[in-house]
């Protein structure tokens, strides 16, 4: 007996969606962890390329850090004007601004109502203040939430990230199962995407590169500026005779990152077979920095002459987003109840 054909599930549409906040202008570790994948999966961009993306500049999130108005102002354009320069591309991807877009702070409370405390008591933004024994506010504590919100909102399937993000992601897929099991399936539950190399990139003194450990060297940073941290990049004290291996090697790990394939496949050769100064590795790691970034540090030149062009451009993302958005929280709010058009008759689900 031959089966019957079964009608082929609609393909469901991959939405990528991520947001980075403006506290400092970005650094390597936000570019190869975040910025690069968000190029790659823009539409028409190659075979990992998504049907959809979205990207913001999260500057309700950078409230609970940048105090400073004119500052932060500053900031989110020069946020804006470093991604196009780095390659994000607005005819392609959706780009704005996280606050143009009020929908996600609604929602954001929706979303606050089924949040366990234990679930933000073990988030690590919180917990590493706490047991510094810094004073935290509710923003932050409550930071994961809005960070759901962003990502529901939107209905993405997929978000790059870095690897400090993806606690997040897993509490933003908790809040969401939580709801659709409440009142039915409102939200899409999306996946954390990692790169291979990028997801966890090593500071000058090896911690992971973070603005809060100042161990950050920035995209544009000025190359006389930039060639001075390099160059102060802490190593062993091991004699240079000694072979070494590469991958354990935070300096390696950097170059890795920028240098063309066949120099890196070179520099790892000179570690296993040893006699090199870490000095010569870091004069490498200055040339290939600032080759790697040359064309984006020309764009940007170009970017910076013309801010109408950039707030053009967010302000159009932000309509886009808005419309998106927009939906979305209805779906949510009908779903609770909070839609007094719809029938008001139970529903059998929504009950504690
Ligand atoms: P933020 O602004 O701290 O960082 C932006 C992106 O850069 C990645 N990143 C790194 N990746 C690898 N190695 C590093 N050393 C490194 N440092 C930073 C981060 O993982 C991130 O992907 N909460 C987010 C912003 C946000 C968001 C969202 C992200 C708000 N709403 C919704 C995704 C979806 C944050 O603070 O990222």
Redesign the pocket.
């Known amino acids: 007996m031959t089966t019957p054909l079964q009608p082929a599930a609609p393909p469901r549409t991959s939405r990528a969606?991520?947001?980075?906040?403006?506290?400092g202008r970005?650094?390597?570790?936000?570019y190869?962890?975040?910025?690069r994948q968000y190029i790659d999966l823009q539409p028409g961009g190659g075979h990992q390329a998504a049907d959809e993306a979205y990207y913001?500049i999260?500057d309700l999130?950078?409230l609970t850090t940048v105090r400073d108005p004119a500052r932060l102002r500053a900031l989110v354009h020069a946020a804006a004007v470093d991604l196009v320069a780095l390659g994000l591309d607005p005819e392609r991807a959706v780009l704005f601004v996280?606050s143009d877009v009020p929908e996600v702070t609604e929602l954001t409370w929706l979303l606050m109502t089924v949040c366990p405390m234990g679930l933000l008591e073990r988030c690590h933004?919180y917990k590493d203040k706490k047991t510094r024994g810094l004073p935290a506010d509710a923003g932050l504590f409550t930071?994961?939430v809005?960070?759901a919100a962003?990502?529901l909102a939107y209905d993405?399937t997929v978000?790059?990230?870095?690897?400090?993000?993806v606690q997040?992601?897993e509490v933003?897929r908790d809040l969401a199962g939580t709801f659709n099991h409440l009142y039915g399936e409102v939200f899409t539950l999306p996946r954390p995407r990692l790169v291979e190399g990028?997801?966890?990139?090593?500071?000058t003194d090896g911690q992971?590169?973070?603005?809060s450990y100042e161990n950050t060297i920035e995209v544009f940073e000025d190359l006389a500026a930039q060639k001075k941290k390099i160059m102060r990049i802490t190593t062993d004290s091991r004699p240079m005779e000694e072979p070494k291996a590469p991958d354990d090697d935070h300096l390696y790990q950097l170059y890795a990152l920028l240098a063309p394939e066949a120099d890196r496949l070179r520099m790892a050769e000179l570690y296993r077979r040893g006699g090199f100064g870490y000095g010569e590795v870091k004069k490498a790691l200055v040339e290939a920095a600032a080759a790697f970034f040359a064309d984006a540090r020309a764009r940007r030149a170009e970017l910076e002459s013309d801010p109408a062009r950039i707030e053009a451009i967010l302000a159009a993302g932000a309509a886009k987003a808005r419309a998106k958005a927009r939906a979305v929280l209805d779906r949510a709010r009908r779903a609770c109840g909070l839609d007094r058009s719809a029938p008001a008759v139970a529903s059998g689900k929504g009950k504690p």
């Not at 190869?32 to 910025?35: L, Q, R, Y």
């Not at 990028?198 to 500071?203: F, I, L, R, T, Y």
């Open positions: 969606l991520s947001g980075i906040q403006p506290t970005f650094h390597w570790g936000n190869f962890g975040a910025i913001f999260a999130h950078a996280q933004a930071y994961p809005l960070m962003d990502i993405a978000v790059p990230v870095g690897e400090d993000q997040h992601i933003c990028g997801a966890k990139v090593p500071g992971k590169m973070s603005k």
